[in-house]
Every structure is written in structure tokens, then in C-alpha cells.
């Protein structure tokens, strides 16, 4: 079965502190993606990856960063976490092998930044 | 820019049938995905229309226009368990982007 997994739930952290968001895939994607979810408004896109060491930012980068160096970790960044990156933040994966390919979602990790 | 818009929440009784629109204004469009995603809970993948029509999948059909923009996800026979957020995405050629979703709460 496929699997996308992310290495915390719940992550409670301090104004500040470098923050390391850890997610995997089995099943050989090569498209990764970092997205947050808070409410009324949505999934909104942080950073993508379509292969190995590429990444492209997606709609609100600023204040994060991430990591492609193998295929099967992405791994998302804050370098000094503030409170209004508390948020609920999923990763998704998804092959390349065509169109109609959807996203896998891992269980999503609650950050609270106090 | 990007703009996916869809409502914010629905209401609809136990059997009966709804319907769920989305309006979509992108750079790039590969296909639009309709999601579903229970409290708590990561999305799953419910359907997906690249071209204009219906796409029919049990209880759930989605449709799309590319023309308008267009596109809908028809619920028949609810069930208390359809209560969920829907989320409509649509890929452009390498990334994914989300409408805010809407919350269908379905009442006996």
C-alpha cells in the first residue's frame, strides 16, 4: 500500500527556534510537495520538488526552505519559527507517469510555534 | 495569478443529492482533482476531469468545462459519513494548487 510519512503529529516549538519537518514516500515519486493548511483558507502550496535536488517555490515560500536529497525525503524548514507559521502542514507525493496522477497525502503534522 | 474559488459550506439533508461548484482561473491546466478530507484527516482522492464532461464514479460524478472554467462534484444518495470538507485542485504542468475547500455537513 502506498505511503507517504510524516515524522511527527503534533509538534510544539518556540518563537525562533530552527524548526525540521521530516516527510517520506515509498513509492518512488518523483513530484513531492509541502503544503499548510489553515482554515477558510485552504491548502496553500509552500514549496514543490519534481525531482532529486530540484525544488520551486509555490505560493507563500517566504519563511521556509526546503530539502531534496534523496528521492524519497522532502524535508521542510523553518529557519527561525514565528507564531503565525502555527499551522496544520501535510506533504504530498505524486508520480510523474501521467496527468491524471493524484496526490498522496501523509497524516499532516499540527505545529504550534508559542 | 491563481484563483480557485468554491463555497465556503453546504448544508443537505440525508439522501438527497448535491452539488458542489468550483471556478478556476490558472496559468497552465493539466487536469482538475476533486478531494475529500474528513476532520483531522488527510485528504483523498475522489476524481479527476481533463476533459470537458461528466465523469461518473458511483455515488460521486464530477464535471468540467474548460471553456468556463468551470467544474462541479454531484453527491447523490448522502450519508451521514459524506460530511466531510471538498477540495478542488487543479495541476498545472508540475504543481497542484487548492480551492479553500468546502464543508458539506449532512443532517438526518
Known amino acids: 500500500d502506498v505511503k507517504v510519512t510524516q515524522s511527527s503529529r503534533y509538534l510544539v516549538k518556540r518563537t525562533g527556534e530552527k524548526v525540521f519537518l521530516e516527510c517520506v514516500q515509498d513509492m518512488d515519486h518523483e513530484n513531492m510537495f509541502w503544503y499548510r493548511q489553515d482554515p477558510g483558507l485552504g491548502l496553500r502550496l509552500i514549496y514543490f520538488s519534481y525531482d532529486v535536488k530540484m525544488k520551486e517555490k509555490g505560493d507563500i515560500p517566504e519563511g521556509y526552505s526546503v530539502s531534496r536529497e534523496k528521492k524519497e525525503r522532502f524535508s521542510l524548514i523553518l529557519e527561525s519559527a514565528s507564531t503565525n507559521q502555527t499551522s496544520m502542514y501535510l506533504c504530498a507525493s505524486r508520480s510523474t507517469g501521467g496527468a491524471n496522477e493524484k496526490l498522496f497525502f501523509g497524516s499532516g503534522t499540527q505545529l504550534s510555534v508559542l | 495569478g491563481q484563483n480557485i474559488d468554491q463555497p465556503t459550506e453546504m448544508t443537505a439533508t440525508e439522501g438527497a443529492i448535491v452539488q458542489i461548484n468550483c471556478t478556476y482561473q490558472?496559468?497552465?491546466?493539466?487536469?482538475l482533482f476533486w478531494y475529500q478530507q474528513h476532520a483531522g484527516e488527510a485528504p483523498t482522492f475522489l476524481s479527476y476531469?481533463?476533459?470537458?464532461g461528466l465523469e461518473e464514479k458511483g455515488r460521486f460524478s464530477s464535471f468540467l468545462s474548460r471553456s468556463k472554467g468551470y467544474s462541479y462534484l454531484l453527491l447523490k444518495e448522502l450519508q451521514m459519513k459524506d460530511s466531510a470538507s471538498y477540495l478542488c485542485?487543479?495541476?498545472?504542468?508540475?504543481?497542484?494548487?487548492f480551492g479553500a475547500g468546502t464543508r458539506l455537513t449532512v443532517k438526518p
Open positions: 485542485a487543479v495541476r498545472a504542468p508540475n504543481d497542484m494548487r
Open positions: 476531469n481533463v476533459l470537458d
Open positions: 490558472t496559468s497552465g491546466f493539466n487536469g
